[in-house]
């Protein structure tokens, strides 16, 4: 079977740090593009950053840009999103997805909540 699992999600402070984590199993990373999208109640699906398949290219949204870095160990199939100096709007579901034109895979999302 065919799938990512995003995992590291939680609840954290303001100016805390999370690092979540996109496990694939079935198939292997390494010639996928991997984005990062976020998801708030009430709000679109935007995107968050995206790295490439050999992880020396990254973009980041405005938003996050010098807060969030992706990184990947192709070796481990995994690709990371390390979150630092989070905010109250940071908080949404997170979603990582294997891009390679048609074939695209999504995870199931994780939850990150930032509050007080």
């Known amino acids: 079977q065919l799938q990512l699992v995003e995992s590291g999600g939680g609840l954290v402070q303001p100016g805390g740090s999370l690092r979540l984590s996109c496990a694939a199993s079935g198939f292997t990373l390494d010639s996928y593009v991997i984005g990062w999208f976020r998801q708030a109640p009430g709000k679109e699906r935007e995107g968050v950053s995206c790295?490439?398949?050999?992880?020396?290219?990254?973009n980041y949204a405005y938003s996050v840009k010098g807060r969030f870095t992706s990184s990947r160990d192709n070796a481990k199939n995994t690709v990371y999103l390390q979150m630092n100096s989070l905010k109250a709007e940071d908080t949404a579901v997170y979603y990582c997805?294997?891009?390679?034109?048609?074939?695209?895979?999504w995870g199931q999302g994780t939850q990150v909540t930032v509050s007080s």
């Open positions: 790295i490439s398949s050999s992880g020396g290219s990254t």
């Open positions: 997805a294997a891009l390679r034109g048609s074939n695209n895979y």
